[in-house]
């Protein structure tokens, strides 16, 4: 069953589009938010966190009801969903998707490559070019936890991306995040009540040394489910840390991150946001209390770093290829 966002209080009018759109060989599920406002809206790809999500930002019940521990929360009022009506409520509209495996989309999470969920972010906003309601010059992309790898992977490579948000984000290794999140986990218990993360925690160090060795994959026990988890992915995202990605980058950066994350210390955005600045990139790190998903936090802080963002997708110069589709387009 599809999840239903809750009921909440929005000032603007604002549509939602169910949609989909081809990503390499995957056909993908989304959500295009799109406030009421005449002309072009600047617009933000949202890309979820670790693990098996949902274009709302939560956990992927749809998919992989096993994986996860019932909850009496709708998740339809998860990060991303979140997000995207902040962002509404400032004229931004927003795309967020289910990724491979999850939701209403093709594939499988387990088999999913690292760099192939790049490749589908990038396919994402491809997808996005040609509609009229976008403003192509004024695009951002926000990466969410492991999102936050993509985003960063993402906005290097295409120079019309002009702003980046990075959500409980991290800096070195998964190698090194991912011991010190299991090491977290086992302290405070958070998460370890969902079967997913807890096999995920016991396997942690086998996983690691079997992606090291390039091994090709791992059969994980997830309660009464065995699953095999393609180690390529493992292996791309280790040799992949966010902190190399930042030196490349050159764009204004917003960073979030809870106090309480269980899966990337705060200690990880603080050292990426150093190396943001080194760059030239003038981040603006802001720590609040709360877990990896803010689940805790109010409107209003996921409502600043909205605000905060939009300030940020200040209007681009576009490529050829890109003024082209502009010029097709219309004024919308």
């Known amino acids: 069953m599809r999840h239903r966002a809750p009921a909440r209080t929005i000032g603007r009018v604002i549509h939602r589009e169910e949609l989909r759109f081809r990503a390499g060989d995957a056909s993908l599920a ?4 799109l406030p009421d406002a005449d002309g072009r809206r600047p617009w933000a790809l949202l890309v ?14 749809e998919r992989h009801a096993a994986w996860f521990a019932p909850s009496a929360r709708d998740e339809g009022g998860g990060l991303l969903a979140r997000l995207a009506d902040a962002l509404a409520e400032r004229g931004v509209a927003s795309l967020r998707y289910d990724p491979r495996g999850c939701g209403a989309s093709d594939g499988s999470w387990e088999r999913s490559a690292f760099f192939t969920r790049i490749d589908d972010a990038r396919d994402a906003i491809g997808a996005m070019r040609s509609r ?3 403003d192509l010059r ?24 002009g702003a980046v948000g990075l959500i409980g984000a991290s800096a070195r290794s998964l190698r090194t995040v991912l011991r010190r999140g299991v090491a977290e986990r086992a302290r405070t218990g958070a998460d370890r009540h ?13 996983l690691l040394e079997r992606a090291e060795r390039r ?6 026990a997830i309660g009464d489910e065995t699953v095999t988890l ?8 280790i040799h992949t840390p966010p902190l190399a990605l930042a030196t490349m980058l050159h764009r204004e950066t917003l960073l979030l991150h809870g106090a309480d994350d269980a899966w990337a210390d705060p200690a990880e955005s603080e050292l990426l946001a ?9 981040p603006e790190r802001t720590v609040t209390p709360g877990g990896h998903d803010l689940a805790e936090v109010p409107d209003a802080v996921i409502g600043d770093f909205a605000a905060g963002l939009l300030t940020r997708m200040r209007p681009r110069e576009l490529p050829p290829v890109l003024q082209a589709i502009e010029e097709m387009g219309g004024s919308g």
């Open 30 to 33: 989304a959500t295009l938010t």
């Open 48 to 61: 979820p966190s670790w693990l098996p999500r949902n274009r709302y930002g939560g956990w992927d019940r």
């Open 194 to 206: 969902h079967p997913a993360v807890a096999a995920l925690d016991r396997a942690s160090e086998e």
């Open 138 to 161: 004024r695009t951002a992309i926000v990466g969410h936890g492991e999102g936050a790898g993509i985003a960063l992977s993402v906005a290097i490579g295409d120079p019309a991306i």
């Open 274 to 282: 150093a190396v943001l600045a080194a760059a030239g990139n003038a």
């Open 215 to 220: 091994e090709p994959s791992l059969d994980l």
């Open 132 to 134: 009229p309601e976008l």
């Open 230 to 237: 393609d180690l390529a992915s493992w292996e791309q995202a």
